[in-house]
């Protein structure tokens, strides 16, 4: 029987994706040479397909790494010489700010619990510290729903010109609107909102982080083959340091295509209806409440909710005999939560379906 | 009309993995948690049946990158405090090589000419240093063709058994039949002769080389994710530190079995009858010779011919026609070189009816 994966991602994948698999085959894209002309293409059609569904101008390129996680490690040996300055509220906010301790930086953080978020004077009033060269945010924290609003993003980079700013939008992309005459550099991996098998990272940044490694690489190491400049340079040619994953670019862009076929303004409204009969069923149902109370910060794309008893193990188990995958609480909520990813892959039609399941008459 | 790849990488799919693909669709191994059972299943599959194809012993572990390109980053950052030491003798090895000055490490280099290899005697003359900490082999230079023998790598080590080696086999394995009881080190790539779509690095890696990593931890970044400790650690319990490429970790895991089904010492006679037939070509045609004047050092699985007359985009042309692609010299050869993969892909008789095109009468 096949499930349909309600997983925060790896997720399920775009219906349109097993078609593209197929094309893939037929095309002999796992044997095409990434130093061939028919790359170029399948790297530019992800190029000018990403930039008109997130409205990305010619300011930033368009990067592909293994992971998000590696665009972590990258985008701080890259941006960051000394300091960096983290918002954190969960787990994966927290490996960001974790990694700029391991690569020997001297890592600010403002934290708040679990399931709550963050907004322009909160981070104003906490202070961002006057030396950190990198700001990184967390458009939504996959650990908990807990989400960033894109207008309070863009407030703080107004207050703080001088400073990059980086924006995790791994279990959000294509939904925040971002304004990236303001945000220097976003990023994602293909295998949530995106509906790909994982095994790719996007990485969007613009020439003032450019500017910044080509400063630091004269100091300090930034890296060798994925190097920001390194990227970026073979970016120029759409071509990429090493052999990368072709077989997924191929989707990508397949998949993204499809997306501009809708238009952004459908999968964003679409988006935000789903998430309203989630939080509606996770608000009426006597068993649950909403994991984030704060209506601003509950996520569009990743819905949490908490049990106010019975075992999450149990509602995870009745929801997969139904054939719906759900999520999981992270870490220490495994018990206590369950995670339910709102990724255009899955239709209104099947959050119905998700919904009457899980309903007790 | 679909072709033969007889291309160096990204190569001709495995004839298999059509069917494994439509396997992994079936499966939804495209939305499956990197955190489940399901896909720790997925990684002891290819962990055993790698161990069983190339005799990997307990000590070494086998993780995850996004490329072997990776490897070459990671195993320089984690097993080298200052020096390290290259055998060069084409682009790839020098790369390598570059990667370490570019990390900041002291690189020691012997180099040869292109179309060179390199034999026991030859280095122990030149002379490893003394304070090299990770010696650099390449089994199979992929620019040249130029392959150095595993039984000089042996002998080398064990002449510099305080010394860690690393073999990149990224364009030859599962061809070198390595001794792991004295190979630290090696690592491939799945787009050659494994058959596989781009985006999977395999590092193969023993305790040894842990132990240094974890000793150079304390005094110097060795990375985050990807560090080896961290690589390691996850390891243990077949999990990885990112969502890794799970797609091509389920094909891997098959097309191995379909290795160690017709066997490795079969998959190796079949490569060293085609590579005779190959280099019998080569040396009869008058057009033609073989790039790689040593027969010790004739590369089994990326065989390289050098044209005395004609032009290289000409004979491509002629085999495109027939429906196979070769590669073309690499870099500056581009005009008076060509290349014909070796891989276990490409039946005997495929490689007979690419000489039989090739052939003027």
């Known amino acids: 029987m096949k499930h349909t994966f309600f997983t925060p991602g790896p997720a399920e994948l775009y219906p349109t994706v097993e078609q593209h698999v ?21 790297y530019q059609h992800v190029d000018e397909q990403l930039r008109g569904l997130l409205k990305i101008p010619k300011t930033h390129a368009i990067l592909f790494t293994g992971s998000a996680t590696e665009v972590w ?17 969960g787990a994966f906010s927290r490996k960001f700010y974790d990694f700029s301790v391991e690569l020997g930086k001297y890592a600010h953080v403002m934290e708040k619990p679990p399931g709550e978020g963050f907004d322009y004077a909160g981070v104003m009033d906490f ?15 996959t650990a908990t729903g807990a989400q960033m609003r894109t207008v309070d993003m863009h407030k703080l980079k107004r207050s703080h010109r001088t400073k990059l700013f980086c924006v995790d939008m791994v279990s959000s992309a294509p939904y925040p609107d971002l304004d990236y005459d303001l945000i220097d550099s976003a990023f ?30 004269a100091q300090q190491t930034v890296g060798t083959y994925h190097s920001l400049p390194s990227l970026w340079k ?20 397949k998949v993204i295509e499809d997306f501009n076929r809708i238009g952004i303004d459908t999968i964003r409204k679409e988006t935000d209806a789903k998430a309203r009969l989630l939080y509606a069923f996770l608000e009426k149902d006597p068993r649950f409440e909403i994991s ?17 008893r019975g075992s999450a193990a149990e509602l995870l188990d009745t929801a997969k005999r139904a054939g719906f995958i759900l999520g999981g609480g992270y870490g220490s909520a495994k ?5 339910i990813a709102n990724f255009p892959a899955v239709s209104l039609e099947q959050v119905e379906n998700l919904i009457d399941t899980l309903t007790v008459d």
């Open 335 to 339: 018990n206590t939560q369950f995670r």
């Open 22 to 42: 197929r094309g893939a085959l037929d095309e002999q894209i796992g044997s095409i040479s990434h130093r061939s002309a028919q790359f170029r293409k399948l």
């Open 292 to 308: 984030v109370k704060n209506p601003a910060h509950q996520s569009a794309t990743v819905v949490v909710g908490t049990l106010k």
């Open 188 to 217: 994602f991996s293909v295998q949530k909102a995106f509906g790909l098998p994982a095994g790719l990272g996007v990485w969007i940044v613009n020439e003032k982080c450019l500017d910044k490694a080509e400063r630091l690489q």
């Open 234 to 253: 073979n970016f120029k040619n759409f071509e990429t340091p090493e052999t990368p994953n072709v077989w997924n670019i191929y989707l990508l862009g």
């Open 73 to 89: 490690e990258r985008v701080l040996m890259n941006c960051v010489e000394h300091e960096s300055f983290h918002l954190v509220n």
């Open 127 to 141: 202070g961002i510290p006057d030396y950190a060269e990198l700001v990184c945010l967390t458009a939504n924290e």
